[in-house]
């Protein structure tokens, strides 16, 4: 059997089950983003960010044992632990200390795990960008490795790194997903763009990984955004246009 067959019979099996339990994990996050943890600001970003819609299109079943890379505050975090608590796991990986701190005490996270915790994220002198140094990420067989807007604040050894763990420690058939802010193809780096990246060169890299690209959305596709502010800037933030890319690990 050939390896686009095989991925076409793999797609159409897992775009089946997720039509199937879209509706369980559809409720579960919900029900996670009316839970108390969550902060009003948190809350005001829902909008925006679309997570019922942005994880049901990246295939989230409630049974998946998953790794969230660099969660940061744990915006994200707070609903994919609810979400897989029964059935499932979730693994925070890689920059994780906000959410050690701030949440592996609170009611309803006890499952949540922590791995890499030996990862070294550092800016080579001169560089505000990051690199990537980590042995492993202590998990592997794993159905899905998320990313959200992270992917701009790695140098091209950060990146590569981190794609390369992505591949490692999936399953065949496991999906890698990314979000980020859209830079213009090609645009050289300037301050108003550090906080974007092109998502041709994503793509890419990301393929070059050994990934193949499954689909994207247009979810986060923002027209009024030109692409040409920083993203904290007054007339974009909370409103960039954002690229949403789903890739596969190969079955062989």
């Known amino acids: 059997m050939n390896k686009l067959l095989k991925l076409g ?3 159409c099996i897992a775009s089946a089950s997720t039509l199937t339990l879209a509706d369980d994990i559809s409720d579960k996050i919900k029900a996670a983003m009316t ?3 969550r902060t009003e600001a948190e809350i005001n970003r829902d909008r925006n960010r679309k997570p019922v819609q942005t994880l049901e299109f990246f295939g989230l079943k409630d049974d998946m044992k998953v790794v969230e890379f660099i969660p940061g505050g744990g915006w ?4 994919l632990v609810p979400a897989l608590a029964e059935k499932g796991e979730y693994f925070g990986a890689i920059g994780t200390s906000r959410i050690e701190q ?3 005490e609170l009611p309803g996270f006890e499952r949540m795990k922590v791995v890499a915790k030996d990862a070294r994220l550092f800016r080579e002198e001169g ?3 990051y690199s990537l140094e980590l042995d492993s990420l202590g998990v592997e067989d794993v159905d ?3 990313t959200f807007r992270n992917y701009h604040n790695f140098g091209d050894q950060g990146r590569a790194k981190m794609n390369e ?3 490692k420690a999936l399953k065949p058939g496991g999906i890698y997903g990314v979000v980020d802010h859209t830079a213009r193809h090609m645009e050289p780096q300037t301050p108003s763009n550090r906080r974007r990246f092109d998502p041709v060169k994503a793509i890419k890299e990301i393929q070059d990984a050994g990934f193949l690209l499954v689909d ?3 979810l986060h596709y923002k027209e009024d955004d030109e692409l040409e502010y920083e993203v904290g800037a007054k007339s974009v933030t909370g409103n960039t246009d954002r690229w949403t890319l789903k890739f596969m690990k190969p079955v062989e």
């Open 9 to 11: 019979i793999a797609c």
């Open 35 to 37: 839970s108390d943890v």
């Open 76 to 79: 994200y975090t707070k609903l």
């Open 102 to 104: 701030n949440l592996s």
């Open 127 to 129: 560089s505000r960008f």
């Open 144 to 146: 899905m490795v998320l």
């Open 165 to 167: 763990e992505a591949f």
């Open 216 to 218: 994207y959305s247009t």
